[in-house]
Protein backbone atom coordinates (compact mmCIF):
# COMPACT_ATOMS: atom_id res chain seq x y z
CA UNK A 1 0.00 0.00 0.00
CA UNK A 2 1.24 3.33 -0.93
CA UNK A 3 2.69 5.85 1.99
CA UNK A 4 1.65 9.18 2.41
CA UNK A 5 5.02 10.28 1.85
CA UNK A 6 4.92 8.35 -0.92
CA UNK A 7 1.97 10.04 -2.76
CA UNK A 8 3.48 13.33 -1.19
CA UNK A 9 6.32 12.73 -3.53
CA UNK A 10 4.32 11.62 -6.36
CA UNK A 11 2.57 14.78 -6.72
CA UNK A 12 5.71 16.61 -6.25
CA UNK A 13 7.46 14.30 -9.42
CA UNK A 14 4.50 15.65 -11.69
CA UNK A 15 5.66 19.19 -11.09
CA UNK A 16 8.83 18.96 -11.91
CA UNK A 17 8.47 16.83 -14.55
CA UNK A 18 6.29 19.34 -16.23
CA UNK A 19 9.53 21.74 -15.56
CA UNK A 20 12.39 19.90 -16.77
CA UNK A 21 13.39 17.91 -19.73
CA UNK A 22 12.76 14.50 -20.27
CA UNK A 23 16.87 13.47 -19.56
CA UNK A 24 17.36 15.87 -16.87
CA UNK A 25 13.80 14.14 -15.47
CA UNK A 26 14.83 10.75 -15.93
CA UNK A 27 18.43 11.31 -14.81
CA UNK A 28 17.87 13.62 -11.45
CA UNK A 29 15.07 12.89 -10.19
CA UNK A 30 13.62 9.63 -11.31
CA UNK A 31 16.00 7.54 -9.10
CA UNK A 32 15.05 10.04 -5.90
CA UNK A 33 13.27 7.58 -3.10
CA UNK A 34 11.40 9.26 -1.13
CA UNK A 35 11.61 8.19 2.94
CA UNK A 36 9.29 9.84 5.56
CA UNK A 37 7.16 13.08 5.95
CA UNK A 38 6.57 14.67 9.29
CA UNK A 39 6.04 18.43 10.57
CA UNK A 40 6.14 19.75 7.00
CA UNK A 41 9.37 17.98 6.65
CA UNK A 42 9.38 15.76 3.59
CA UNK A 43 13.24 13.80 3.62
CA UNK A 44 13.98 11.71 0.95
CA UNK A 45 16.87 9.97 -0.37
CA UNK A 46 19.06 10.58 -3.48
CA UNK A 47 21.72 7.87 -4.58
CA UNK A 48 24.77 9.63 -4.12
CA UNK A 49 27.03 12.74 -2.70
CA UNK A 50 27.36 14.23 -6.50
CA UNK A 51 23.49 13.48 -7.41
CA UNK A 52 22.54 15.69 -4.04
CA UNK A 53 25.37 18.44 -4.85
CA UNK A 54 24.31 18.29 -8.64
CA UNK A 55 20.31 18.99 -7.68
CA UNK A 56 21.22 21.28 -4.82
CA UNK A 57 23.26 23.57 -7.29
CA UNK A 58 20.92 23.49 -10.28
CA UNK A 59 17.33 22.91 -9.12
CA UNK A 60 16.99 23.89 -5.54
CA UNK A 61 14.86 26.82 -6.84
CA UNK A 62 12.30 24.39 -8.71
CA UNK A 63 12.01 22.24 -5.54
CA UNK A 64 10.82 25.07 -2.83
CA UNK A 65 8.29 25.96 -5.72
CA UNK A 66 7.25 22.98 -6.10
CA UNK A 67 6.81 22.09 -2.19
CA UNK A 68 5.10 25.24 -1.32
CA UNK A 69 2.58 23.98 -3.92
CA UNK A 70 2.10 21.09 -3.19
CA UNK A 71 2.44 21.16 0.85
CA UNK A 72 2.46 24.56 1.34
CA UNK A 73 5.04 27.35 2.76
CA UNK A 74 5.76 26.15 5.73
CA UNK A 75 7.43 22.78 4.41
CA UNK A 76 10.91 21.91 4.01
CA UNK A 77 13.27 19.34 2.32
CA UNK A 78 15.77 17.26 4.03
CA UNK A 79 18.07 14.94 1.99
CA UNK A 80 20.04 12.01 3.32
CA UNK A 81 23.19 10.16 1.05
CA UNK A 82 22.92 5.98 1.85
CA UNK A 83 26.55 5.11 3.26
CA UNK A 84 27.28 1.65 4.68
CA UNK A 85 28.84 2.26 8.40
CA UNK A 86 29.95 -1.45 10.30
CA UNK A 87 27.80 -3.34 7.86
CA UNK A 88 24.85 -0.77 8.87
CA UNK A 89 23.15 1.08 5.80
CA UNK A 90 22.27 4.80 7.68
CA UNK A 91 21.76 8.13 5.99
CA UNK A 92 24.29 10.58 5.65
CA UNK A 93 22.85 13.67 5.55
CA UNK A 94 24.78 16.71 3.67
CA UNK A 95 23.42 20.50 4.44
CA UNK A 96 21.53 22.48 0.92
CA UNK A 97 22.53 25.65 0.07
CA UNK A 98 21.88 28.70 1.37
CA UNK A 99 19.11 28.90 -1.36
CA UNK A 100 17.51 25.73 0.15
CA UNK A 101 13.94 26.08 1.85
CA UNK A 102 15.34 24.51 4.86
CA UNK A 103 18.15 27.41 5.55
CA UNK A 104 15.61 30.19 4.67
CA UNK A 105 13.24 28.92 6.87
CA UNK A 106 13.56 30.42 10.21
CA UNK A 107 12.24 27.46 12.16
CA UNK A 108 15.28 25.56 11.50
CA UNK A 109 16.83 24.25 14.51
CA UNK A 110 20.53 22.93 14.74
CA UNK A 111 20.43 19.34 15.20
CA UNK A 112 22.37 17.06 17.80
CA UNK A 113 26.00 15.42 16.76
CA UNK A 114 25.73 11.70 18.81
CA UNK A 115 29.42 11.69 19.11
CA UNK A 116 29.48 14.18 21.80
CA UNK A 117 28.75 13.52 25.57
CA UNK A 118 26.96 16.82 25.98
CA UNK A 119 24.98 16.50 23.04
CA UNK A 120 26.86 19.46 21.02
CA UNK A 121 24.87 20.68 18.10
CA UNK A 122 26.39 20.18 14.45
CA UNK A 123 25.57 22.64 12.14
CA UNK A 124 26.50 20.24 8.92
CA UNK A 125 23.34 17.91 9.74
CA UNK A 126 20.22 19.02 9.00
CA UNK A 127 17.45 18.70 11.87
CA UNK A 128 15.93 15.44 12.82
CA UNK A 129 18.68 12.98 11.03
CA UNK A 130 21.67 12.68 13.62
CA UNK A 131 24.90 11.66 12.00
CA UNK A 132 28.03 9.06 13.21
CA UNK A 133 31.05 11.65 12.62
CA UNK A 134 32.21 15.17 11.55
CA UNK A 135 31.51 15.40 6.88
CA UNK A 136 35.12 16.46 5.84
CA UNK A 137 32.78 18.31 2.72
CA UNK A 138 36.32 17.74 0.58
CA UNK A 139 35.98 17.25 -2.97
CA UNK A 140 38.05 13.87 -3.81
CA UNK A 141 39.24 15.60 -7.40
CA UNK A 142 40.97 18.55 -5.66
CA UNK A 143 44.38 16.74 -4.85
CA UNK A 144 47.77 17.62 -4.61
CA UNK A 145 47.89 15.12 -7.66
CA UNK A 146 45.83 16.72 -9.86
CA UNK A 147 47.48 20.45 -8.57
CA UNK A 148 49.83 21.05 -11.45
CA UNK A 149 52.67 23.35 -10.25
CA UNK A 150 54.02 26.67 -11.86
CA UNK A 151 55.72 29.70 -11.15
CA UNK A 152 52.44 30.98 -10.58
CA UNK A 153 51.37 28.66 -7.63
CA UNK A 154 54.94 27.08 -6.44
CA UNK A 155 55.03 29.08 -2.95
CA UNK A 156 51.67 28.49 -1.90
CA UNK A 157 51.82 24.52 -3.19
CA UNK A 158 54.58 24.01 -1.11
CA UNK A 159 53.43 25.69 2.16
CA UNK A 160 50.81 24.00 1.21
CA UNK A 161 51.95 20.54 1.55
CA UNK A 162 54.31 21.32 4.27
CA UNK A 163 50.88 22.30 6.34
CA UNK A 164 49.36 18.85 5.75
CA UNK A 165 52.44 16.99 6.59
CA UNK A 166 52.49 18.79 10.24
CA UNK A 167 48.85 20.54 10.80
CA UNK A 168 49.17 22.84 13.34
CA UNK A 169 52.62 21.98 14.01
CA UNK A 170 54.34 24.35 11.38
CA UNK A 171 55.31 28.14 10.96
CA UNK A 172 52.05 28.60 8.24
CA UNK A 173 49.74 28.80 10.91
CA UNK A 174 47.64 30.31 9.72
CA UNK A 175 47.41 29.89 5.75
CA UNK A 176 46.30 32.17 4.21
CA UNK A 177 45.64 32.07 0.16
CA UNK A 178 44.52 34.57 -1.98
CA UNK A 179 44.28 34.90 -5.84
CA UNK A 180 41.75 36.31 -7.96
CA UNK A 181 38.44 34.09 -9.41
CA UNK A 182 39.34 30.99 -11.15
CA UNK A 183 43.14 30.49 -10.61
CA UNK A 184 43.40 27.43 -7.81
CA UNK A 185 42.97 28.79 -3.71
CA UNK A 186 39.76 26.43 -3.51
CA UNK A 187 41.20 23.54 -5.21
CA UNK A 188 44.72 24.22 -3.05
CA UNK A 189 42.35 24.59 -0.01
CA UNK A 190 40.77 20.95 -0.50
CA UNK A 191 44.05 19.30 -1.56
CA UNK A 192 45.58 20.22 1.69
CA UNK A 193 42.59 18.61 3.43
CA UNK A 194 42.40 15.19 1.67
CA UNK A 195 46.31 15.56 2.28
CA UNK A 196 45.64 15.59 5.57
CA UNK A 197 42.95 13.33 6.20
CA UNK A 198 45.47 10.63 4.52
CA UNK A 199 48.34 11.11 6.54
CA UNK A 200 46.29 11.80 9.65
CA UNK A 201 42.62 9.79 9.23
CA UNK A 202 41.83 10.51 13.03
CA UNK A 203 42.02 13.86 12.96
CA UNK A 204 38.96 16.13 11.88
CA UNK A 205 39.05 18.12 8.79
CA UNK A 206 36.49 20.42 7.85
CA UNK A 207 36.00 22.64 5.12
CA UNK A 208 33.35 25.55 5.07
CA UNK A 209 32.69 28.50 2.71
CA UNK A 210 32.49 31.31 4.94
CA UNK A 211 28.63 32.44 3.48
CA UNK A 212 27.82 28.82 4.91
CA UNK A 213 29.27 29.74 8.44
CA UNK A 214 27.31 32.77 8.30
CA UNK A 215 24.25 31.11 7.55
CA UNK A 216 24.93 28.44 10.43
CA UNK A 217 25.79 31.23 12.92
CA UNK A 218 22.19 33.11 12.51
CA UNK A 219 20.37 29.51 12.74
CA UNK A 220 22.29 29.26 15.88
CA UNK A 221 21.51 32.52 17.20
CA UNK A 222 18.19 31.75 18.25
CA UNK A 223 18.85 31.21 21.50
CA UNK A 224 22.33 31.17 23.92
CA UNK A 225 22.38 27.07 24.20
CA UNK A 226 22.21 26.99 20.43
CA UNK A 227 25.07 29.94 19.80
CA UNK A 228 27.38 27.88 22.68
CA UNK A 229 26.72 24.21 21.23
CA UNK A 230 27.72 26.49 17.61
CA UNK A 231 31.25 27.50 18.89
CA UNK A 232 31.63 24.49 21.04
CA UNK A 233 31.45 22.64 17.69
CA UNK A 234 33.20 24.46 15.72
CA UNK A 235 35.84 24.38 18.70
CA UNK A 236 36.15 20.62 18.32
CA UNK A 237 37.81 20.96 14.80
CA UNK A 238 41.63 19.83 14.06
CA UNK A 239 41.86 21.24 10.74
CA UNK A 240 39.55 24.07 10.18
CA UNK A 241 39.80 25.65 6.51
CA UNK A 242 37.15 28.37 5.66
CA UNK A 243 36.97 29.49 1.74
CA UNK A 244 36.06 33.27 0.51
CA UNK A 245 36.57 34.39 4.02
CA UNK A 246 35.57 38.02 2.48
CA UNK A 247 32.23 37.25 3.25
CA UNK A 248 32.49 37.99 6.53
CA UNK A 249 32.89 41.40 5.99
CA UNK A 250 30.73 43.73 7.78
CA UNK A 251 28.77 41.04 9.78
CA UNK A 252 30.33 42.04 13.20
CA UNK A 253 28.55 39.44 15.39
CA UNK A 254 29.63 36.88 13.18
CA UNK A 255 33.21 38.03 13.08
CA UNK A 256 33.02 38.30 16.98
CA UNK A 257 32.31 34.57 17.19
CA UNK A 258 34.80 33.69 14.53
CA UNK A 259 37.09 35.34 16.62
CA UNK A 260 36.39 33.14 19.56
CA UNK A 261 36.95 30.27 17.63
CA UNK A 262 40.20 30.92 15.53
CA UNK A 263 41.90 32.01 19.16
CA UNK A 264 41.09 28.71 20.87
CA UNK A 265 42.00 26.37 17.82
CA UNK A 266 44.87 28.40 17.55
CA UNK A 267 45.80 28.01 20.96
CA UNK A 268 45.59 24.60 21.08
CA UNK A 269 47.88 24.00 18.43
CA UNK A 270 44.85 23.57 15.40
CA UNK A 271 46.05 24.39 11.93
CA UNK A 272 44.03 27.25 9.97
CA UNK A 273 43.88 27.59 6.60
CA UNK A 274 41.73 30.15 5.12
CA UNK A 275 41.61 31.76 1.43
CA UNK A 276 40.01 35.03 -0.34
CA UNK A 277 39.78 37.13 -3.40
CA UNK A 278 41.86 39.71 -1.97
CA UNK A 279 45.24 40.17 0.45
CA UNK A 280 44.56 40.30 4.38
CA UNK A 281 45.78 44.06 3.92
CA UNK A 282 43.11 44.89 1.05
CA UNK A 283 39.64 43.43 2.80
CA UNK A 284 37.40 45.97 4.23
CA UNK A 285 35.00 45.71 6.80
CA UNK A 286 36.61 43.23 8.82
CA UNK A 287 37.73 43.64 12.38
CA UNK A 288 41.62 44.99 12.77
CA UNK A 289 41.98 42.05 15.54
CA UNK A 290 40.79 39.33 12.83
CA UNK A 291 42.98 40.90 10.25
CA UNK A 292 46.50 40.82 12.29
CA UNK A 293 45.24 37.14 13.02
CA UNK A 294 45.37 36.46 9.33
CA UNK A 295 48.69 38.07 9.06
CA UNK A 296 50.07 35.53 11.79
CA UNK A 297 51.07 33.07 10.02
CA UNK A 298 52.04 32.69 5.51
CA UNK A 299 50.49 34.80 2.94
CA UNK A 300 50.49 33.13 -0.42
CA UNK A 301 49.04 34.58 -3.29
CA UNK A 302 47.90 32.49 -6.81
CA UNK A 303 48.99 34.33 -10.17
CA UNK A 304 47.34 33.37 -13.65
CA UNK A 305 49.70 30.53 -14.98
CA UNK A 306 51.90 31.20 -18.04
CA UNK A 307 51.41 29.22 -20.74
CA UNK A 308 53.42 26.33 -19.76
CA UNK A 309 51.23 25.91 -16.98
CA UNK A 310 48.17 26.29 -18.75
CA UNK A 311 49.52 23.57 -21.26
CA UNK A 312 50.68 21.45 -18.37
CA UNK A 313 46.56 22.05 -16.50
CA UNK A 314 45.10 20.96 -20.23
CA UNK A 315 47.12 17.69 -20.51
CA UNK A 316 46.38 17.07 -16.98
CA UNK A 317 42.53 17.57 -17.66
CA UNK A 318 42.40 15.57 -20.76
CA UNK A 319 44.34 13.17 -18.99
CA UNK A 320 41.61 12.91 -16.16
CA UNK A 321 39.15 12.49 -18.67
CA UNK A 322 40.36 9.82 -20.84
CA UNK A 323 41.09 12.25 -23.85
CA UNK A 324 43.85 12.07 -26.14
CA UNK A 325 44.64 15.81 -27.18
CA UNK A 326 47.30 16.29 -29.83
CA UNK A 327 50.29 19.16 -29.06
CA UNK A 328 48.91 21.69 -31.38
CA UNK A 329 45.17 21.95 -30.07
CA UNK A 330 46.97 22.06 -26.53
CA UNK A 331 48.81 24.99 -27.72
CA UNK A 332 46.12 26.74 -29.33
CA UNK A 333 44.06 26.44 -25.95
CA UNK A 334 46.56 27.58 -23.99
CA UNK A 335 47.89 30.35 -26.15
CA UNK A 336 43.65 31.42 -26.41
CA UNK A 337 41.98 31.01 -23.47
CA UNK A 338 44.38 32.60 -20.79
CA UNK A 339 41.44 34.62 -18.51
CA UNK A 340 41.82 31.87 -15.65
CA UNK A 341 41.85 28.50 -15.43
CA UNK A 342 38.16 27.72 -15.02
CA UNK A 343 37.53 29.62 -17.79
CA UNK A 344 40.40 27.09 -19.95
CA UNK A 345 38.25 23.99 -17.79
CA UNK A 346 34.78 24.99 -19.47
CA UNK A 347 36.48 25.45 -22.84
CA UNK A 348 37.98 21.93 -22.60
CA UNK A 349 35.20 20.55 -21.96
CA UNK A 350 32.92 22.28 -24.57
CA UNK A 351 35.35 21.35 -27.04
CA UNK A 352 35.10 17.29 -25.69
CA UNK A 353 31.76 17.56 -26.08
CA UNK A 354 30.92 19.03 -29.65
CA UNK A 355 33.76 16.48 -30.64
CA UNK A 356 31.94 13.73 -29.17
CA UNK A 357 28.86 14.62 -29.61
CA UNK A 358 29.13 15.91 -33.40
CA UNK A 359 31.64 12.39 -34.11
CA UNK A 360 34.45 15.24 -35.24
CA UNK A 361 38.41 15.26 -34.04
CA UNK A 362 39.04 17.54 -31.34
CA UNK A 363 41.05 19.75 -33.96
CA UNK A 364 42.66 23.24 -33.62
CA UNK A 365 40.04 24.05 -36.85
CA UNK A 366 37.04 22.96 -34.56
CA UNK A 367 38.78 24.71 -31.27
CA UNK A 368 39.47 27.97 -33.69
CA UNK A 369 35.60 27.65 -34.48
CA UNK A 370 33.98 27.25 -31.44
CA UNK A 371 36.48 29.50 -29.78
CA UNK A 372 34.61 33.61 -30.39
CA UNK A 373 31.06 31.80 -30.07
CA UNK A 374 32.95 30.58 -26.08
CA UNK A 375 34.09 33.78 -25.11
CA UNK A 376 31.81 35.87 -26.30
CA UNK A 377 28.78 33.94 -24.58
CA UNK A 378 30.65 32.45 -21.36
CA UNK A 379 29.64 33.62 -18.19
CA UNK A 380 32.62 35.69 -16.42
CA UNK A 381 32.81 36.06 -12.60
CA UNK A 382 32.97 39.56 -12.78
CA UNK A 383 31.62 41.68 -9.23
CA UNK A 384 31.45 45.11 -7.81
CA UNK A 385 34.42 44.82 -6.02
CA UNK A 386 36.62 43.41 -8.91
CA UNK A 387 35.64 45.90 -11.65
CA UNK A 388 36.17 48.62 -8.89
CA UNK A 389 40.25 47.10 -8.79
CA UNK A 390 40.00 47.41 -12.42
CA UNK A 391 39.23 50.77 -12.94
CA UNK A 392 41.62 51.55 -10.12
CA UNK A 393 44.20 50.13 -12.20
CA UNK A 394 43.28 51.58 -15.35
CA UNK A 395 42.97 55.27 -14.10
CA UNK A 396 46.35 54.74 -11.85
CA UNK A 397 44.60 55.83 -9.08
CA UNK A 398 44.51 53.45 -5.62
CA UNK A 399 41.34 52.41 -4.13
CA UNK A 400 42.09 54.63 -0.93
CA UNK A 401 41.55 57.47 -3.78
CA UNK A 402 38.74 55.85 -5.12
CA UNK A 403 36.86 56.12 -2.29
CA UNK A 404 37.84 59.37 -1.06
CA UNK A 405 35.20 61.76 -0.54
CA UNK A 406 36.52 64.27 -3.14
CA UNK A 407 35.27 65.96 -6.31
CA UNK A 408 37.92 65.76 -8.07
CA UNK A 409 37.63 64.88 -11.74
CA UNK A 410 39.59 62.07 -12.09
CA UNK A 411 38.08 60.39 -9.04
CA UNK A 412 34.46 61.12 -9.77
CA UNK A 413 35.44 59.96 -13.25
CA UNK A 414 36.24 56.68 -12.33
CA UNK A 415 33.65 55.85 -9.95
CA UNK A 416 31.02 57.06 -12.74
CA UNK A 417 33.03 54.67 -14.92
CA UNK A 418 32.95 51.77 -12.18
CA UNK A 419 29.27 52.28 -11.95
CA UNK A 420 28.15 52.13 -15.42
CA UNK A 421 30.29 48.64 -15.73
CA UNK A 422 28.90 47.26 -12.85
CA UNK A 423 25.19 47.92 -14.00
CA UNK A 424 26.48 45.87 -17.40
CA UNK A 425 28.53 43.19 -16.37
CA UNK A 426 27.08 42.23 -12.81
CA UNK A 427 23.20 41.49 -11.36
CA UNK A 428 23.50 44.07 -8.34
CA UNK A 429 21.20 46.46 -8.05
CA UNK A 430 21.54 49.89 -8.33
CA UNK A 431 21.66 50.13 -5.21
CA UNK A 432 24.51 47.39 -4.31
CA UNK A 433 26.53 49.27 -6.88
CA UNK A 434 25.91 52.79 -5.36
CA UNK A 435 26.44 51.71 -1.31
CA UNK A 436 30.04 49.39 -2.80
CA UNK A 437 30.87 52.73 -5.06
CA UNK A 438 31.39 54.50 -1.94
CA UNK A 439 28.38 54.55 -0.39
CA UNK A 440 26.30 56.48 -3.43
CA UNK A 441 22.30 56.70 -3.62
CA UNK A 442 20.36 54.96 -6.01
CA UNK A 443 20.29 58.50 -8.04
CA UNK A 444 24.12 59.08 -8.34
CA UNK A 445 24.31 55.81 -9.77
CA UNK A 446 21.77 56.26 -12.40
CA UNK A 447 23.20 60.03 -13.12
CA UNK A 448 26.90 58.37 -13.57
CA UNK A 449 25.55 55.56 -16.28
CA UNK A 450 23.55 58.40 -18.09
CA UNK A 451 27.09 60.64 -18.11
CA UNK A 452 29.09 57.78 -19.19
CA UNK A 453 26.93 56.96 -22.05
CA UNK A 454 26.93 60.50 -22.88
CA UNK A 455 30.56 60.68 -22.88
CA UNK A 456 31.39 57.49 -24.76
CA UNK A 457 28.73 58.75 -27.59
CA UNK A 458 30.32 62.49 -27.74
CA UNK A 459 34.02 62.25 -26.93
CA UNK A 460 36.62 60.06 -28.87
CA UNK A 461 38.85 60.28 -26.31
CA UNK A 462 37.43 59.49 -23.40
CA UNK A 463 35.25 56.32 -25.47
CA UNK A 464 38.93 54.78 -25.70
CA UNK A 465 39.53 55.11 -22.22
CA UNK A 466 36.09 53.38 -21.50
CA UNK A 467 37.12 50.59 -24.37
CA UNK A 468 40.45 49.85 -22.31
CA UNK A 469 38.87 49.79 -19.22
CA UNK A 470 36.17 46.97 -20.63
CA UNK A 471 38.65 45.11 -22.10
CA UNK A 472 40.73 44.78 -18.74
CA UNK A 473 37.39 43.72 -17.20
CA UNK A 474 36.96 41.18 -19.39
Not at 4 to 9: G, L, N
Not at 92 to 97: A, F, H, L, R, T
Not at 162 to 181: C, D, H, L, R, W
Not at 288 to 294: A, G, M, V
Given at each position: ?EQ ?6 R ?7 AN ?6 DA?F ?11 VL??Q????YA?EYI???Y ?8 N ?9 E??V??DV??K??P ?6 K???S ?5 V??P??I?S?N???N??V ?6 L?V???L ?5 F ?5 GD??R??R?AG ?23 G??H???AI???I??R??D???L?V ?13 K ?9 R ?9 V?D??F ?5 KTQ??F??IF??L?M??K???F?S????V ?5 E ?7 K ?12 E???N?L??K ?5 I??S???I ?9 N ?8 I???A ?9 T ?5 Q ?5 V ?6 V??E ?5 VC??R?I?E??FF?P??K?T??Q??QL?M???K????S ?8 CG??D ?5 H ?7 LI ?11 D ?5 L
Open positions: MHYQKIWECLKVIRVTPECYWAPIVPLAYKDDTVVKSQFEAHVRLIRSTLKVLGLHSRLYSMMTDTVDVKIPSDSPIENPSQLLDNKEIKPFLPGIRKKESQNEEYSDNFVECNLASYAVAEKPGKNAFNPMFIYSQPGLKTLCHGLEKRYPKIVYNAEQFVMQFMSACSTDSRNDFIFYQMIDVLIDIQLAGKADTFQNHQNGQLVADKAPDLKDLPRLLSRFWGLTADLQAPDVTRKIKRAYNEGTLEDVEFLATHVKTIREMDGFLSLIHSLLNRKAAVELAKMLDKFSNSVRDSVYIISVQCNSEEATRRIVARAYFSKYTKSLANIGMQKKHATVLSIKTIEDETNREFRQIAEVEKSI
